[in-house]
């Protein structure tokens, strides 16, 4: 079985190329992952929108309605950076569906990822800094909801602190969150995850790395978990206009993989959602996205071997 992955055209709401957001980045990705064989039909879903029900297990419901009826104050779309037309609309609930499909996926297949998600900045109250839902927040309640799983572990490793995350689920001892992040990122103000480790400016690839190396086991004592949401933004890189943490293509690779490898060893299933990437080129940026997709695939083939019921070895 390849690497389960969902996604959807209309992820990329069509913005100008000059927009601070790169939205090209999503039609891009998918050519990425075209190109290294990983997005043949037989690996492949496609989102659907989430449905208000399941927004509202996140978000105050006068919010959903304005978002899902594009009548959003422009004081919030100021917040969130861009106006929520009806194509922005459509794609935020579409990239919800997807981590929510993506998360269904990754419990009966150990691993599955989302070509988008990651929007850790949408509190309960609002959206902000390019974030319109919290579709991590969503899929986790979703599947808490429906009883397909108890515990639920939320790493986020995109550059920028989750507060979103952690003000929906700040009160749920169901789902813990866990934020590696640029202490001198935006969010200024931040919201106390259950754990939040701070790193300063310039951090490269070896510091990174050992930090995360250390905290992994610890994460792994407070509960079983049922499922581990991943953000893996990749604005943690050098060249990102956002970032400050330094990291190269390999030190990425190496935090993807020492992540999955950290869950899926111990039987964890893991959902990864692509979080934040900012650069003006943007072909390197969706690489740079594609590098999640290739760790994971390699961990999908594995759990075909080692880990399925009925697997050959064992
Ligand atoms: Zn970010």
Redesign the pocket.
Known sequence: MPLQIVHHPDYDAGFAVNHRFPMSKYPLLMEALRSRGLAGPDALSTAEPAPVSWLELAHAADYVDQVVNCRVAEKIEREIGFPIGPRVSLRAQLATGGTVLAARLALRHGIACNTAGGSHHARRAQGAGFCTFNDVAVAALVLLAEGAARNILVVDL???QGDGTADILADDPRVLTFSMHGDR?YPVRKIASDLDVALPDGTGDAAYIERLTAILPELSTRAHWDIVFYNA?V?VHAEDR?GRLSLSDDGLRARDDMLISHFRTRGVPVCGVI??GYSTDVPALAARHAILFEVAAGYARWYDLVQKPGARVR
Do not use: E, I, K, S
Request: proline fraction near 0%.
């Open positions: 995109d550059v920028h990122n933004g604005d956002l979080g934040g």
